[in-house]
């Protein structure tokens, strides 16, 4: 979704929003004793897209010193 806002232009995906749901579902089931998982797969939906990210930057940032 790309919304304008005089000078301003912001992208909101899909994904964000997705993982941010998910992470704090699973703060709540984890509050709430539902689930028994430690606090670092409870967070994961905001941690992992960070580090796919840094990856896929990486991934590209190296193939373009090979390449060029």
């Given amino acids: 979704i790309i919304m304008s806002d005089r000078n301003y232009v ?8 997705f993982t941010t749901l998910l992470a704090i579902a699973f703060i709540v089931l984890k509050l709430c ?27 590209l940032f190296l193939c373009f010193l090979i390449f060029d």
Avoid: E, H, R
């Fill in 10 to 17: 912001t992208v909101k995906t899909k994904l964000g929003g």
């Fill in 33 to 59: 004793n539902v689930i028994t998982w430690s606090w670092l797969w409870v967070l994961a939906p905001l941690w992992i897209p960070v580090v796919v990210a840094v990856f896929a930057i990486a991934v």
